[in-house]
């Protein structure tokens, strides 16, 4: 289709549609129509102004998310490489708490390794060696996508512009260092009212999770933004999302990092 408006004039325009929609908590529709599906930097760019209401509000970045690891889901929307989004510090949740359905619109539940730096990963090769040691640990974590796009109506514009459809997310209380955990065996289940809904290992996520982190770093550094130590780094899908709603528990459990879980309630958000 032809677009009339200039890039700039349809980056901003895009940004603020995501932004009304999370504020109001009404989804609206996708911003494809304001920049090409396949268009990664002006999707990065919508993102960044999508994400600045958010930093001028006082929200803190605290760490990275990454999408679209899973080979299927990349070839479902056309593309052939991972997403990120940011992690802000009003997103985390512990394992047992409760989430509250209000600060949700139309939330996905997936099993993830999470891991927390110790190191900064913004120069050198960062090569494998360098990515395993910039690791302080791994926790088990659920990530709560959400999509502020109605009925998840989303191309890979649409996801990468609305913060690679980032919601909330949880960790687990079992911290383990990266010695003597196999991150690509690693065994996932997820349950939700605890009838099992997902497994499977870490070679779904892009092969190994930490080849998925060494692709986010080399992604940050490339927009301008390195992953720094302390920050949190969801690596991906080990198995397919699923729908959650009122009154249901998550639990994941992933071999060698234990169980995390959450409940969702119709009460206020924090």
Known sequence: MTMTASP?????KAAERLRVARDTGCTCAPIRDLIA?????AA?????GFNESRLTAGAR???????????????????DQPDFGVLFDDMVYASGDVVPMDRLLQPRAEAEI????SADLA???????QIRGAIDYAVAAIEICDSRIGNWDIKFADTVADNASSGLYVLGDQRV???????????????INGAEVSTGTGADCLGDPLAAVAWLAQAAREYGEPLRAG??????????????GAGDEVTVRISGLGEVSASFSSGEGK
Request: no cysteine; aromatic share 4%; hydrophobic share 50%.
């Open 123 to 129: 120069d050198g090769d960062l090569d494998p060696v």
């Open 61 to 79: 970045v605290v760490g990275r998310k990454i999408g679209l690891t899973s080979v299927a889901v990349q070839q479902q929307l056309g593309v």
């Open 177 to 191: 260092r990266l010695d003597g955990f196999d991150t690509v065996a690693a065994a996932m289940s997820m349950a």
């Open 44 to 48: 990065y760019r919508v993102q960044q």
């Open 8 to 12: 700039d004039a349809a980056i901003t």
């Open 114 to 117: 999470a891991f927390v730096l």
């Open 37 to 41: 599906v396949t268009d990664l930097s």
């Open 231 to 244: 920050q949190v780094i969801l690596s991906g899908a080990m198995g397919p999302m699923r729908p959650v």
